[in-house]
Antibody, heavy 117, light 112 residues
Framework: QVQLKQSGPGLVQPSQSLSITCTVS????????VHWVRQSPGKGLEWLGV???????DYNAAFISRLSISKDNSKSQVFFKMNSLQADDTAIYFC???????????WGRGTILTVSS | DVVMTQIPLSLPVSLGDQVSISCRSS???????????LHWYLQKPGQSPKLLIY???NRFSGVPDRFSGSGSGTDFTLEISRVETEDLGVYFC?????????FGGGTKLEIK
């Protein structure tokens, strides 16, 4: 069955970076895009970016300067990296699957991130 | 960015009730291909959002037929015909007709 499993740290200091790996199973990254969405009490659900099946990426303009998404098809892994973290980046970060800019039909369980010194 | 506005923020219900959740977008969600890219998700505490309805009115695999989606242009509705305990949680509408995809603030369905 389709699964997206996330791994990454729960606590990061201000100005440092966040790296999360989303390992997928039950489908191929060559057929689907993987998006990143975060959720915080203050801002709700925010779309951050996507890596498409062909390998190109699109980013939310608000995060483009400090966000990078890449993947390794052979390992079924998607890599998310966000730099220069501040306290308001504290949120739950999700990876999710979709075709094109469609609906997100399967989601990872989320990575709870706290940015604090 | 397209702003998605949900009404109400909280919806107290009794089991067996029929309920409606509204969602309004700041721009039309009708794509040039004729599809309406409005989707509904349910998030339960401690879980990730789960897809319920995609492209306005299509139930995702395994979603009971007591859930239905409707609307047009900028005004949309999710209806639950007979609320069950497993339906409790926060409902989000979302659009993907415009980039970036955006989400409503959520409607919390809870027991009265």
């Amino acid at each position: 069955q389709v699964q997206l499993k996330q791994s990454g740290p729960g606590l990061v200091q201000p100005s440092q970076s966040l790296s999360i790996t989303c390992t997928v199973s039950g489908f191929s990254l060559t057929n689907y895009g993987v998006h990143w969405v975060r959720q915080s009490p203050g801002k709700g659900l925010e779309w951050l970016g996507v890596i498409w099946s062909g390998g190109s990426s699109d980013y939310n303009a608000a995060f483009i300067s400090r966000l990078s998404i890449s993947k390794d098809n052979s390992k079924s892994q998607v890599f998310f990296k966000m730099n220069s973290l501040q306290a308001d980046d504290t949120a739950i970060y999700f990876c999710a699957r979709s075709l094109y800019y469609g609906y997100f039909d399967y989601w990872g369980r989320g990575t709870i991130l706290t940015v604090s010194s | 960015d397209v702003v998605m506005t949900q009404i109400p923020l909280s919806l107290p219900v009794s089991l067996g009730d029929q309920v409606s959740i509204s969602c309004r977008s700041s721009q039309s969600l009708v794509h040039s291909n004729g599809n309406t890219y409005l989707h509904w998700y349910l998030q339960k505490p401690g879980q990730s959002p789960k897809l319920l309805i995609y492209k306005l009115s299509n139930r995702f695999s395994g979603v009971p037929d007591r859930f239905s989606g409707s609307g047009s242009g900028t005004d949309f509705t999710l209806e639950i015909s007979r609320v069950e305990t497993e339906d409790l949680g926060v409902y989000f509408c979302s659009q993907s007709a415009h980039v970036p995809p955006t989400f409503g603030g959520g409607t919390k369905l809870e027991i009265k």
